[in-house]
C-alpha cells in the first residue's frame, strides 16, 4: 500500500475509520459489532492497513474495547489514533480520560491522542498542558487535533511548545474546504490532514438517490442525503462513475483516491462489510491523472458551492 511519511511515522494512505463499531447511529446492529468489526480489522492489518482511528464518544467506548480486541497480538502492527471529547477538558481529567481509552484499547501507550473538538470553553493552553504531561510520560506518542482551524491549530503548537502531528477535519469531494488551507499548512510544516468522511459516508459510493435513501437515521437526516443535494451532485456522481469505469474501479474508490492525492494526506474510511474494506485499501494505489484529478476538482467545488 502507498504510504505517507510525515514526523517519522509511516502511514498506509488508507486508513480504517471505528466510529461505525458498535455506534447505534450507524444501525450496523450487533452482528456486525460483535463479529465483522473484527473481521474488518483483521483483514486490513493483511491488506497494509495500519491508521485505525477510534474515540472514546463512539459506542461509550465500546468501539475503542472491539479495536483493542480485534488487534489483540497484532497491536504493535497498528498505529492506533483515539480522540478524548473535550467535556471540561483540565489537564487532570484529559489524563484520567487517556488512561482510560488506553485501557479499552488494551495498550501501554495511545499512538495518536487526538483532541476530537476544539473547546468552546477552556482554553487551548489548558488542554496543551494535559497532552504534554501525557506525552512526557509516554501515555501518549503523538498529539493531535480534530476539527480545529488551521489558525487555531497553529496557536496550539505554539501553546503545546511543539508540533501537533495531525488535524483530522472532514474531507473528500463533497466537502473539499481542507484543500484549500489545512492539505498547504500539513504540506508546508510536515504535520499531516487526516480526512473524515472521505466517502460523504457513502454519499459519493453512488449507492443512494432520491428513491434509495440511506436506512439509517444518522444519514437520513443529513441535509447532504436529501433530494436537492442529490440532484446538484449528478455532475459530480457522473464523472465518479465514468473515471472508475476507466480504471475498472469503483466510484467509492476514486472519490478515495481524490482525497489522497493530495500531499501530507491520508483517508479514514469506515467499513460496513470486508469487501468494502478491501475495496477501499486498494484505492490507495488507483493513480488518477491530471486531468481526472481537475475535473474531480471542478465538479466537486460546483456541488459544494451550489
Ligand atoms: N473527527 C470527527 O469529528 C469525525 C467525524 C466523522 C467521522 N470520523 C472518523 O472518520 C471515519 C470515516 O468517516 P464516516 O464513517 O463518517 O464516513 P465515510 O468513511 O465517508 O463513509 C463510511 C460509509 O460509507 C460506506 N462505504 C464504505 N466503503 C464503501 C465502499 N467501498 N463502497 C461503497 N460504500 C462504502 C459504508 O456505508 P453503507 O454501506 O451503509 O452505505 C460506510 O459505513 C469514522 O469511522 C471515524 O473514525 C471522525
Redo the contacts with the bound molecule.
Sequence with gaps: MREVEVQGVRLGAVGL????FGSFE?G?GDRYAGGEAATIVARALELGVNLF???EI?AFGRSERILGSALGPNRSRAFIAT?VFPVLPLPAIVRWRAHASARRLGVDAIDLY?V??PSPLVPDATLMAGLRSLLEDGTIRHAGL??YSVERWRKSEQALGRPLLSN???F?LAAPNAAADQVPYAEANDRLVIA??????????G??SAGRR?P?RLRRINPRFSTGSLERAKGLLAALTEIAARHSA?A??VALAWVIRHPNTVA??????V???E??AAAADLELDGEEFQRLTRESAAYAGG
Excluded at 473524515?196 to 459510493?205: I, V
Excluded at 479514514?268 to 462489510?273: D, H, K, L, S
Design positions: 475509520g471505528t466510529w461505525q450507524w450496523y482511528d477510534s474515540a463512539y480522540k487526538q476530537h473538538w480534530s476539527n483530522q477535519v472532514p473528500s473524515y468522511s472521505p466517502l460523504g459516508q457513502g454519499f459519493l459510493a449507492t443512494y440511506p439509517d469503483s467509492a474508490q479514514i474510511p469506515g467499513a460496513r462489510t469487501a468494502q474494506l475495496a477501499n
